[in-house]
């Protein structure tokens, strides 16, 4: 990439780190619209931005600079990027293990990759031979949940009572 922009240099260590726009914006500190306008080479980081920005891309100042080639990443930087800069503080121990045993190339994992993976891992796995929650009558309290709240109504239950009605 010699004799490329800082703006492209910015992108492209964006891209290989798997983050959007957005979510470099929020790991520097800054807006997507400031990323956007860097990327684009229409406003240039400033010396504390481009410090910040080198550190969240995993890459060096000197390369966001132009001033040397990037540095291919060794195995498991996606991950490690991941844990440093974007796992969520409620993290476990044994989520860490089954992302660092998790059956993907860690030479092409970003640190998207692992966030999308923490996702699959949380969400809570669908319930079988479980009965539809009760109507409430008029005369009933609608159901509530654990935090007190009221359950969503479902169309399902509306038809059946407008039907039950005539």
């Known amino acids: 990439m010699p004799g490329s922009t800082m703006g ?9 780190a798997g983050l959007n726009k957005n979510q470099l914006a929020r790991a520097v500190g800054t807006s997507w619209q400031h990323v956007d306008h860097w990327e684009r080479d229409r406003t240039q980081p400033s010396p504390t931005s481009l410090s910040r920005l080198a550190s969240v891309l ?9 001033e040397e080639e990037p540095v291919v990443p060794p195995l498991q930087e996606g991950l490690e990027t991941f844990l440093r800069s974007y796992a969520p503080p409620d993290l476990t121990p044994q989520e860490i293990a089954w992302l660092r045993a998790a ?3 860690p030479g092409l994992a970003t640190p998207g990759t692992y966030l999308d993976l923490l996702h699959r891992i949380r969400m809570p796995r669908p319930a079988s031979n479980v009965p539809p929650p009760a109507t409430a009558t008029d005369d009933e309290e609608p159901s509530r949940n654990k935090t007190g709240r009221r359950e969503k109504v479902r169309m399902e239950d509306v038809l059946a009572r407008v039907k039950g009605r005539r």
């Open 8 to 16: 492209v240099r910015i992108e492209r260590a964006r891209e290989l």
């Open 58 to 66: 995993g890459v060096t100042l000197a390369y966001l600079l132009g």
């Open 103 to 105: 059956p993907i190339d």
